[in-house]
């Protein structure tokens, strides 16, 4: 997997619990934020392709990724956020690039309405940062009380799922990619973080997150004179073109890129063309 990952680790402290992070090159910053079941492996091929002229910084949220997979944990959307703040004061990163997918949008937008100062371009990978009654079956089971537990921690159902669905240029997924998406998550223990995502979803106004995620919502206008790209796969099963129309609503001026042939995992599948369309984003929107 070192060849695939050949980054130097590193980690910040926040209660005990070791937070890990990549911070590689140099320049402005791009931060990047995964989702669920991914970690910081889904950016690599963007960072190695992004590194020599940008610094790209790549947490894993807790319990995801290389960060400590605590059992007594708050895995809620506002613990994520405050995490990630606490990562970037410790940075003391400005002039932001904020590049994001899955949950990462949620985090890396409510991240954005406490700090819209910091943030000075947007770049959407399949993702949402705004309520939505729109949620697959599949996803409806795993949040059955016990049947998800024991689906997602017991069997991994959720990760190995992804692998199989969320790609869907299939070469993509050899052995070796396979693995090292499904590395952090190989006993019980270590799918506390996927299975906590999955219940944190949103989807009534008694939900931890609902009151979050609906100022999230609130506040997306005032970014609207960012720079704003957004790169979607059409096949995605769970953010779907529904999910699309709603940011080209609160973003009318972005820059949209949709991927015909693109699933979930829209970067492990076009990663070759979104590195270049990146790189003229950044540079015909300089800060």
């Not at 970037?88 to 994001?100: C, E, H, M, R, S």
């Not at 949008?105 to 943030?119: C, D, E, L, N, T």
């Not at 997924?173 to 006993?187: F, H, I, K, Q, S």
């Not at 506040?219 to 960012?226: A, D, P, R, T």
Request: some cysteine; overall charge neutral.
């Amino acid at each position: 997997m070192n060849d695939l990952y050949p980054f130097t680790s590193h980690t910040l402290e926040l209660n005990s619990s070791k937070y890990h992070f990549l911070d590689e090159g140099q320049g402005e910053t791009l931060l990047m934020l995964h989702g669920n079941p991914t970690w910081s492996f889904y950016y690599r091929n963007l960072i190695l392709g992004l590194k020599q002229s940008y610094r790209c910084v790549v947490p894993d949220h807790m319990g995801m990724g290389k960060s400590d997979k605590p059992q007594n944990y708050n895995y809620t959307l506002s613990q994520h956020i405050d995490n990630l703040e606490a990562l970037v004061d410790k940075l003391g990163l400005n002039d932001i690039t904020l590049v994001v997918h899955d949950w990462g949008g949620a985090i890396g937008m409510g991240f954005a309405v406490r700090h819209p100062q910091k943030i000075k371009r947007l770049v959407l990978f399949n993702t949402a940062s705004f309520l939505s009654e729109n949620i697959p079956i599949r996803l409806k089971l795993c949040r059955i009380p016990g049947f998800g537990a024991i689906a997602i921690r017991g069997f991994n159902a959720f990760a190995l799922a992804a692998v199989d669905m969320a790609c869907k240029n299939k070469e993509r997924m050899t052995d070796e990619v396979r693995a090292g998406y499904l590395a952090p998550y190989d006993n019980f223990a270590n799918r506390i973080g996927t299975l906590r995502f999955v219940q944190d979803i949103p989807m009534n106004p008694d939900a931890p997150s609902y009151s979050v995620v609906k100022n999230i919502e609130e506040n997306l206008e005032q970014f609207k004179s960012l720079p704003v790209m957004i790169v979607w796969g059409a096949k995605d099963f769970v953010f779907n073109d529904h999910f699309l129309k709603r940011w080209q609503k609160i973003f009318p001026e972005a820059e949209v890129y949709r991927v015909q042939d693109a699933g979930h995992y829209v970067v492990e599948d076009a990663h070759e063309r979104i590195i270049p369309w990146m790189q003229r984003f950044l540079q015909e929107n300089p800060l």
